[in-house]
């Protein structure tokens, strides 16, 4: 949960964000998260449930990326289920972790 909470007290924060050229809050904003274990499964969640919208993971096997953006359940799910995240269908997959590098 320190990744979500460290983030959001950073982009609440509103001198913060100014200086970050951001609006304040988690509203609307996009995110890509570095694997996806508790801490990556739980963040995104946390993101999600205030207003943020998952685009990205980054995982050993690759990284997938969809700008439109990833129900993060479903992806927990794939990932149990293929033990990784080559093949996920809702995402354009790289053999790297190429999909944090993205553009948002």
């Known amino acids: 949960m320190g990744v979500f ?8 924060d509103k001198t913060i964000a100014k200086r970050l050229k951001v609006a304040p809050g988690l ?6 998260i570095q694997g996806f274990g508790n ?9 999600t449930e205030e207003g943020s919208k998952l685009i ?11 700008p439109n953006g990833l129900d ?3 992806v927990r799910a ?4 293929n033990k990784g995240l080559r093949g996920y269908p809702n995402a354009e997959f790289f053999e ?3 999909a944090i590098y993205k553009p948002w």
């Open 78 to 81: 794939y990932i149990t289920e």
């Open 96 to 98: 790297s972790e190429e």
């Open 27 to 32: 509203k609307d904003k996009t995110f890509i």
């Open 5 to 12: 909470t460290s983030t959001k007290l950073l982009l609440t």
């Open 56 to 66: 990205g993971v980054a995982e050993v096997d690759g990284s997938i990326y969809n």
């Open 39 to 47: 801490v990556g499964y739980w963040a995104s969640k946390y993101f």
């Open 72 to 74: 993060f359940e479903e």
